[in-house]
């Protein structure tokens, strides 16, 4: 008997030996800023008398009544909604259905796909966002290429019009033909259309015809410009791109890793009693990756509530704050400015719940409809 005690506390000895530093580890580095953000969220704290301010105490929950009734609050919680709404309806799926294609050897060179799926998540955050920020400029890849077009199209039809006209002409018909092309817009440069473009067009007379070509669509042709993304219903637009462009990979890898685990004469077997691809996916592949799932599910959110770094490098929360999700939101408050601590507290105590909030949905669902991995 007391060698059965003497073994007992042995094992209790040694497991709070293995516990007790990651324990405290645990609330050294999650606990604490956790319990110091909310008393800092509930304080006067403004920097203390290190850094000029006036001895802090308790103030109250003013804080949080300031952040809800702050539209920029409400703004970026919306633009973070709409990246948790991608990352789980967006990357989850399309991480899975590559998985499978992969998986099922759907596709050809499946390791070729693997890898370039993966690439972008290996890339520096920041240099993904800048990356994206010049491809989105005006002077980037794709204002390039439109602009190209752009101008050939216009060129090819005013090259038909003086074709038409046998050469370069001055004639009435010529020069109205021009403006219908370069449209209102175009007609618009000029107080008197018709004389001026044909005082215009004179001084280029003897000239070669690529150069009145190229003037005439420096001049009229209306250049690309990504200003349509200011506009705040769609200025998230190509930041939700990238975020589902970045991250897929990620799932894709969690997918497939966890998918070739699954016995392959269980699948085989169905395919043989007659099951085709789909049903197989249903009944056998989804419940097995349940709890992949749902642990995905929460990186998705967790990683979509923190998604600074990307976005400060790509928009910086602009143009005019339209891109600002919570964490940028919660950055400006603690360091541009007149720095406000409380306030900034209380938004990352705000994230925190919102984040538990949401993954305790995840996992409620899972529980109500999810499977159960062997």
């Known amino acids: 008997m007391a060698y059965t005690n003497r073994a007992h506390l042995e094992e209790k000895r040694a497991y709070w030996a293995m516990v007790t530093p990651a324990f405290a580890l645990y609330l050294l580095v999650m ?3 956790i319990i110091l953000s909310f008393v800092l969220s509930v304080s006067n704290y403004s920097g ?7 001895k802090w105490g308790f103030a109250g929950f003013g804080a949080y009544a300031r952040v809800f009734t702050d539209p920029w609050f409400w703004n970026a919680l919306k633009n973070n909604l709409y ?3 991608i990352s789980v309806f967006g990357q989850l799926p399309l991480g899975f259905i590559f998985a499978y294609f992969i998986y099922a050897k759907i596709v050809k060179a499946p390791n070729f796909w693997q890898g370039v ?8 955050v920041i240099v993904v966002g800048l990356l994206w920020q010049t491809i989105f400029s005006p002077h980037g890849p794709i204002g390039e290429i439109i602009n190209y077009f752009r101008v050939s199209d216009f060129q090819a039809q005013l090259k038909g019009i003086f074709n038409a ?12 033909k021009i403006l219908d092309l370069a449209g209102p817009a175009g007609q618009s440069m000029f107080s008197n259309p018709v004389p001026e473009l044909r005082d215009l067009l004179s001084s280029y007379q003897g000239q070669p015809m690529s150069e009145v070509y190229t003037a005439l669509s420096n001049l009229f042709v209306q250049k690309w410009s990504p200003a349509f ?8 637009v190509p930041v939700l791109f990238v975020i589902l462009w970045m991250y897929t990979g990620m799932y894709l890898i969690l997918f497939l890793a966890n998918m070739q685990k699954i016995d392959a004469q269980i699948i085989e077997s169905a395919r043989i009693d007659g099951a085709n691809e789909g049903q197989v996916m249903r009944f056998i592949i989804l419940p097995a990756l349940s709890g992949t799932i749902v642990n995905s599910a929460i990186l998705a959110i967790s990683g979509s509530l923190s998604s600074f770094a990307l976005i400060f490098a790509m928009t910086g929360g602009g143009p005019s704050r339209v891109t600002e999700i919570l964490s940028i939101y919660m950055y400006n408050n603690a360091f541009l400015g007149r720095p406000n601590f409380p306030l900034a507290n209380a938004i990352s105590l705000i994230m925190v719940i919102i984040s538990f909030v949401l993954i305790a949905l995840t996992k409620a669902v899972e529980k109500r409809y999810g499977g159960k991995e062997d």
């Not at 203390?48 to 006036?54: R, V």
């Not at 799926?117 to 520096?124: E, G, K, T």
């Open 117 to 124: 799926l993966y690439v972008p998540n290996i890339i520096s």
């Open 165 to 176: 006209a046998g050469g370069f002409s001055l004639s009435d018909d010529v020069i109205h």
């Open 31 to 33: 606990a604490f800023p």
């Open 48 to 54: 203390g008398k290190m850094f000029g301010g006036e």
């Open 229 to 236: 993304l200011t506009k705040p219903d769609i200025a998230m």
């Open 83 to 85: 990246i948790v709404l």
